[in-house]
């Protein structure tokens, strides 16, 4: 869980939004632009996000990938969207050698990957707009940001203490790049819902939370997803390994590990 933190003082006009989709509070913090053009980008941007859940919704029956998963529906029948999941998610099932997959209780369910996916699309929408400098989108804990609340300021994310409920385990910031995601994998907020693709069964590991630092909010998901089922030691081993990735674990102990880089990103 993640929130987001921007100066205020002269700070370029913000226009700021929240939708509740996908079973979450989806919120929306744009810098610049001229307002009507941000207002009816905003509208995309939000309206994206309801056709993601319309597509992907294993809890809808007339989803497009509750039909697939039915076999009433083949890929090339389902909107492009569908498709360009699929994919994404059997790379991310490569990349992480299975600790991440779209069928991790055997019925096809790449929800895993959607909401970090649509945040990052609807974040891009959004810069899209002329003179737009900064946005934010926080989907449920896990943040998109791209560029700057202003010129002098950078984005800061909260991450907050598996332990200690309103306390901060840190504050990453966005210091020194345009593009910034931070995703948070965990049990605190939602209690044991990690799969563990092995077994089907929920994830016994010795972790508490598992933050990721990237630039992209599909893949930083993803990889906090199956760092945690991997577990604290091989998480972090794995984490390493991944180019443009910084991380921050929380065990049950208490204990907190980071990899090599995450210094520079502390705020």
């Not at 509208?43 to 859940?53: C, I, K, T, W, Y």
């Not at 998109?144 to 984005?155: E, S």
């Not at 693709?197 to 598992?210: C, E, I, K, N, Y």
């Not at 089922?229 to 674990?249: H, I, K, Q, T």
Request: hydrophobic share 45%; aromatic share 4%.
């Amino acid at each position: 869980m993640a929130d987001t933190v921007a100066e205020e003082a002269e700070a370029p006009a913000a226009v700021r939004h929240a939708e509740e989709v996908m079973g979450t509070v989806f919120s929306f913090d744009v810098r610049g632009g001229e307002p009507d053009a941000v207002r009816a980008a905003l509208a995309e941007a939000v309206a994206g996000l309801h056709r993601a859940d319309a597509l992907f919704s294993t809890y809808r029956e007339d989803s497009e990938v509750s039909r697939l998963a039915r076999g009433e529906l083949t890929v090339s029948r389902c909107a492009p969207e569908v498709a360009e999941v699929l994919e994404l998610a059997a790379e991310a099932e490569r990349v992480s050698e299975g600790w991440f997959s779209p069928r991790y209780q055997g019925p096809l369910d790449p929800t895993g990957i959607v909401k970090g996916w649509a945040a990052e699309r609807a974040a891009r929408v959004l810069a899209a707009v002329a003179g737009v400098s900064g946005v934010s989108v926080n989907g449920g804990g896990d943040v998109q940001l791209l560029g700057a609340p202003d010129p002098q300021r950078a984005w800061r994310v909260g991450v907050a203490d598996p332990l200690r409920p309103g306390g901060l385990a840190a504050v990453i910031s966005a210091a020194g790049t345009a593009e910034l995601a931070v995703a948070t994998s965990g049990t605190a907020e939602r209690g044991a819902h990690i799969v563990d693709p092995r077994t089907g069964r929920s994830a016994v590991t010795d972790l508490l939370a598992v933050t990721v630092v990237g630039p992209r909010l599909t893949w930083a998901d993803c990889w906090a997803t199956a760092a945690f089922a991997m577990g604290s030691r091989a998480g972090l081993a794995w984490l390493e390994s991944l180019p443009d990735v910084e991380a921050l674990l929380i065990t049950a102990g208490d204990e907190v590990r980071c990899t090599g880089g995450l210094a520079t990103r502390l705020g």
